[in-house]
């Protein structure tokens, strides 16, 4: 009876180890048939023309997405304008004063603003930007993207320079340098690749953001350089065209989003090794 | 009347590629306090972790030799056997914070599913905190968490836990070195009237209390058992030079 | 250095901590202007139609009729639906790689694949789904002999499911991983197997981080827009089941909102807004306390 349980108990614990294994092995299995599809449709769409010219109309054969890259790249531009000295700027501060009234209520804004849902910010760029000059916008779907990259850069910022020596403030500080020459000169310069990472990391979350554009830029079918008229986006064309009824369309559609994967995945890959250099250095 | 209850053969320990123990052999007598002393690393703790299967436990360790339970190698038990019938209490008190005192007791039972009914449980928890000298301080409160007990009142919780499942040894790993003296005392109390039960390893780099509570003393030296003996004679007459100057103080 | 040149620096001084102390501040108003002006522009709608906005079944642009709550059931539905079926998975993923295998090429393949998946825009997510996941769901309807929509409730909970894994699965790790080792001791020497170790020493010894992680997800999971806006149907009414087509808040929102030409349409929709940002702010609030008051504590 005793030997029975003993037995029985060492069974359960195999079991409930390969259940683990399974179940977690059986999560990511989503994952490569989501990379799976991506690549097979995908990659077949991929070639010159694709990359350097404009849709077609329905019907017409070929086509590409230049619009759509070229208004990412501008998107991009101007919410790393907005977004980038700002939040580097308050990570600064929070970093250099790590109690006060003033850092509490800013972190649980960061936290905050970290947790609203895209298409929030999206209402907000709309209410701000796109109701006031009255028309869809580069510049409204910029500032939404930034609101959006504002917390990550902000926390980046502040955990990489919580990890710069103290003593180098002090050597610093000793030579009679000023608090803020040594802020700008000695401490920013030792944590930058921290904060590289940090804004390659926002930039990697953002580029994928479909919610905020859908009423700030709105899309365009064609090339504009002007950030106060619509514009298209990679996440954009995606969405307008997978959701259409032209198998064309859909094919252009996979062909975007492989590009955009790629390119979400090799800003993860860049982040990592920018990271793991860091982490050599202290 | 002398019967041996554990016997260790040829035991050595590795840790990764490192050799820890070094052809270990002894013998652990019933009802008698064993001590284990030698300078910190030379391997104490992990010996008694070998003759309960933890060492095991950690990543990239190995053991070679045998450990005879009764005449039995526990190298060829499962070790979740072995390791009820080898208590053990650790060097920081560490009762689980999710449970109450009470629960804290039979935790041996609740962890390995063994159901008994409420009466018997009851004096498995009355039984053991009255072995540990537990009883009086806690009876009124076996319901709370165990957080709020003092060190050496969680260091008796726990050896109540070890001797709730009725082992046959409990191992010590110097159960004292976090207490403060008049928790060591009480606990070294504790020991010499739980022999009557139970057969007692007792790991410990004080020399005082080695001589102190023990039957039999091991001397331990970078991985090699140096000396063994009654802890009348390796205390008064050593035979080994390095027992000697371990115990007039030459090595830390 | 002459007095002039020192006050110079006294100056730049000065400047230079306003200017940080401004950023900060910004971030501040920032949030709270990002409140105020969901709150505004609801006012229209939460004169017109009160508390009863989110309990009106009706929402009809053409009538000017506007309830809100099969959004809510909507989101309910799928954001509950996503993190019951997540929580076995996550949970496996936490105790694989916090209890397990903390180190080895099997954690960092699965550790690495967490993270892409993670990284993965949600857009993608929806686009796969709609081609992949939604003509399967097809089939299987048909087979079970229910009106064969394919999108729905169900759909967009499958997506969600999976998009939520990582939220909870890494914070699960973490506090898995925080467990102190002497617990686990005591209760191995007592001759407890790994699975009862962690049944009933890890676990519940996690269980309050392992909550936190859960309702990050579920944060996520109620805001999310895309990937369930492409694959759940985009119907304004109560779902009658898990498998009929539906719209959550975020959904009807990138519906209707680049075309909603009245006022009170468009204040409505804010409303929604509104609301999705003060619940998914008190869940994440909650959910980051959590965390943080277990690593103080460990």
């Known amino acids: 009876m005793q030997k029975d349980t003993v037995s029985w108990r060492i069974l359960k614990d195999k079991i409930f180890k390969g259940f683990v294994i399974l179940l977690s092995f059986v999560s990511i299995l989503p994952l490569l048939f989501i990379l799976f599809y991506i690549v097979k449709n995908g990659i077949t769409s991929i070639n010159w023309e694709f990359l350097t010219h404009l849709p077609k109309h329905i019907g017409e054969a070929g086509g590409g997405i230049s619009n759509a890259l070229v208004g990412t790249g501008i998107l991009l531009i101007i919410s790393c304008i907005l977004a980038v000295p700002l939040g580097i700027l308050a990570g600064i501060y929070l970093s250099e004063h790590r109690k006060g009234r003033l850092s509490y209520l800013t972190r649980l804004c960061v936290e905050v603003l970290q947790g609203i849902p895209s298409i929030v910010i999206g209402i907000i760029a709309y209410l701000w930007v796109v109701l006031s000059m009255g028309t869809f916008s580069a510049l409204s779907g910029g500032v939404a993207l930034g609101i959006m990259m504002l917390p990550v850069i902000v926390r980046t910022t502040e955990e990489t320079l919580k990890l710069v020596p103290f003593e180098l403030k002090e050597a610093s500080l000793a030579l009679g340098v000023p608090y803020h020459r040594t802020i700008l000169k000695v401490i920013l310069p030792a944590a930058m690749s921290g904060i590289v990472t940090g804004i390659l990391l926002s930039v990697a979350r953002v580029t994928g953001e479909t919610a905020p554009l859908l009423f700030t830029a709105f899309g365009s079918p064609f090339m504009n350089f002007n950030i106060f008229k619509p514009i298209s986006a990679l996440p954009l064309l995606i969405f307008n065209y997978a959701t259409s009824p032209y198998p064309e369309w859909h094919s252009i559609a996979w062909g975007a989003s492989f590009v955009l994967v790629i390119f979400v995945l090799i800003l993860n890959i860049i982040t990592k090794l920018v990271t793991k250099r860091w982490k050599v250095q202290f | 009347m002398e019967s041996t209850v554990l016997k260790i053969e040829d035991l050595s320990a590795y840790f990764s590629e490192e050799r820890i123990l070094k052809d270990v052999n002894l013998s652990i007598l019933r009802k008698r306090v064993t001590a284990i002393m030698g300078p910190s690393g030379c391997g104490k703790t992990t010996l008694i972790r070998c003759i309960n299967r933890m060492h095991e436990l950690v990543p990239g360790a190995k053991v070679s030799g045998r450990v005879f339970l009764d005449g039995k190698d526990i190298y060829t038990m499962n070790p979740i056997i072995v390791r009820?019938?080898?208590?053990?209490?650790?060097?920081?008190?560490?009762?689980?914070?999710?449970?109450?005192?009470?629960?804290?007791?039979?935790?041996?039972?609740k962890l390995n599913g063994i159901k008994i009914n409420r009466n018997e449980q009851d004096r498995i928890v009355e039984e053991s905190l009255k072995k540990a000298a537990l009883w009086d301080e806690v009876k009124d409160f076996l319901y709370r968490k165990g957080t709020f007990l003092s060190g050496g009142q969680q260091q008796r919780l726990c050896i109540a836990r070890a001797l709730a499942m009725q082992p046959e040894i409990i191992l010590l790993d110097e159960p004292t070195s976090a207490l403060d003296p008049k928790s060591t005392s009480h606990i070294e109390e504790l020991i010499s009237q739980l022999k009557k039960d139970v057969a007692i390893i007792l790991v410990t780099h004080n020399i005082a209390q080695a001589a102190r509570v023990s039957d039999f003393t091991a001397f331990l030296y970078l991985g090699e058992l140096v000396e063994f003996g009654t802890s009348e004679k390796i205390f008064s007459v050593p035979e080994d030079k390095r027992t000697e100057e371990y115990l007039t103080g030459k090595f830390g | 250095?002459?007095?002039?040149?020192?006050?110079?620096?006294?100056?730049?001084?000065?400047?230079?901590?306003?200017?940080?102390?401004?950023?900060?501040?910004?971030?501040?108003?920032?949030?709270?202007?990002?409140?105020?002006?969901?709150?505004?522009?609801?006012?229209?709608?939460?004169?017109?139609f009160g508390v009863g906005f989110l309990f009106g079944k009706i929402w009809d642009p053409v009538f000017g009729l506007f309830g809100a709550l099969p959004f809510l059931v909507g989101t309910l539905l799928t954001s509950f639906l996503a993190l019951l079926i997540s929580i076995p998975f996550s949970l496996s993923i936490s105790i694989f790689l916090g209890e397990y295998f903390t180190e080895g090429t099997f954690s960092s393949v699965l550790k690495s694949a967490i993270e892409i998946l993670a990284g993965i825009p949600s857009i993608i997510y929806g686009f796969w789904g709609l081609f992949v996941l939604v003509p399967l769901i097809r089939s299987l309807q048909i087979k079970l002999g229910i009106m064969p929509y394919g999108v729905g409730i169900f759909t967009a909970s499958l997506i969600l499911f999976i998009m939520i894994i990582p939220y909870s699965a890494s914070i699960?790790?973490?506090?898995?991983q925080l467990v102190p080792s002497e617990f686990k001791e005591a209760a191995f020497s007592l001759g407890a197997t790994r699975f009862e170790v962690i049944r009933k020493v890890i676990l519940p010894y996690a269980r309050s981080g392992i909550l936190a992680g859960i309702l990050l997800a579920l944060g996520r999971a109620l805001g999310e827009t895309m990937a369930v806006t492409m694959v759940i149907g985009n119907v304004n009414v109560i779902p009658d089941s898990i498998f009929s087509p539906a719209n959550t808040m975020a959904s009807v929102i990138a519906n209707e909102f680049a075309e909603a030409m009245e006022n009170l349409h468009l204040s409505s929709l804010v409303q929604i807004g509104l609301l999705l940002f003060v619940v998914t702010m008190i869940v994440n609030i909650i959910g980051r306390h959590i965390v943080k008051k277990m690593s103080v504590e460990s």
Do not use: W
């Open chain 2, 84 to 109: 009820r019938k080898i208590g053990m209490v650790f060097q920081k008190p560490n009762p689980f914070p999710t449970m109450n005192i009470y629960d804290n007791v039979i935790a041996g039972y």
């Open chain 3, 1 to 48: 250095m002459s007095i002039q040149s020192l006050s110079k620096a006294g100056r730049s001084e000065l400047f230079f901590q306003g200017v940080l102390y401004l950023s900060a501040c910004f971030l501040v108003v920032l949030v709270f202007a990002i409140f105020l002006s969901l709150l505004v522009h609801s006012i229209p709608s939460i004169n017109e």
């Open chain 3, 172 to 176: 699960g790790r973490e506090v898995v």
